[in-house]
Structure formats: C-alpha cells, structure tokens
C-alpha cells in the first residue's frame, strides 16, 4: 500500500473489550514485539488495561488501522507523565505522517490529562525511531536499565 497522508485519518481512542485491540492493534504490536503471539498480546493487552493502558489506533476512511500507541498516566516525583509503551505504524504506510498524528494526539490527550511531559522508551537500535522522534521535539532525558530475573 502507499503510504498516506495524515489527512482523513481519524484517532480512536479502544476502551478495554473492544475487539478492535486484538484485530487491529495486536498485529501492529507484534511487528515490534515479535516473540509476542497473538494469544500473549491478548493476555498482555487485559492485564495492561487493567493497569491503566489504554490504546490509540489510526484509521484511514475505508476502516483499515494504519497505526497504534499504547500509552497510560503515570504519576511519577516528577509529576504526571503520559507513558509511550508502544507506537507503531503499519510498515507498508510509514514516513506517510501517520506517526506525527498519532503523536500530536498524544500530546494532546497528555495535556487533557494534566501531563506535564510525555515519555517513552526506545531501543537503542532502533534509529529510524529516534530519527522521528527528534524530528518531533523529544530529546533524550534518560537511560533505561533492565536486568532479567531469570525467570
């Protein structure tokens, strides 16, 4: 599919039980997390929302979901913040400004919300990612450390 632009694209904000979540979002969520099967991103996707995680899918005129983001608030000492767990755009439909919608959105729910920032994490090899990112005003404020439990 060729990539689009932002124009006719509407944001839609799926409540918990939508079924849109795992036929829309879930595939698009899996390209990122590919160790993530379908029934994992279901199970992921109820308990994440029952923590607070909420999504935000794109959806051309015609029905299809050319994005997602899933995001909740957090209140953190350094004040609320809207959390970027995912965002995603279908692959066939990138650099279309599907991305940038999805993200003005966000920015706007954040300050709906009474966010001060939003923050989000990206893998450090990710840099076409970071490229976008930087090109959208988020700057690198932090480090992520993990470690495995072993689990």
């Known amino acids: 599919m060729p990539p689009v632009g932002s124009a006719g694209v509407t944001l839609v904000r799926l409540a918990a039980g939508d079924a849109r979540v795992l036929a829309d979002v879930g595939p698009l969520i899996r390209v990122l997390r590919?160790?993530?099967?379908?029934?994992?991103?279901?199970?992921?996707?109820?308990e994440a929302q029952a923590?607070?995680?909420?999504?935000?899918?794109?959806?051309?005129?015609?029905?299809?979901?050319?994005?997602?983001?899933?995001?909740?608030v957090l209140a953190t000492s350094r004040g609320r913040v809207l959390?970027?767990?995912?965002?995603?755009?279908?692959?066939?439909?990138r650099s279309?400004?599907?991305?940038?919608?999805?993200?003005?959105?966000?920015?706007?729910?954040?300050?709906?919300r009474g966010c001060v920032r939003i923050e989000l994490d990206s893998g450090v090899t990710n840099q076409r990612a970071h490229?976008?990112?930087?090109?959208?005003?988020?700057?690198?404020?932090?480090?992520?450390f993990a470690v495995d439990t072993g689990r």
């Open 131 to 144: 490229r976008f990112y930087h090109r959208h005003g988020l700057t690198i404020s932090a480090l992520h």
């Open 96 to 112: 279309g400004g599907i991305g940038e919608r999805l993200l003005d959105g966000l920015k706007s729910l954040a300050r709906a």
């Open 51 to 72: 923590q607070g995680l909420e999504f935000t899918a794109a959806y051309d005129a015609a029905g299809r979901c050319l994005g997602a983001a899933g995001h909740r």
């Open 34 to 46: 590919p160790a993530l099967d379908a029934e994992g991103f279901a199970r992921f996707a109820a």
């Open 83 to 93: 959390f970027v767990d995912d965002l995603v755009t279908d692959a066939g439909r």
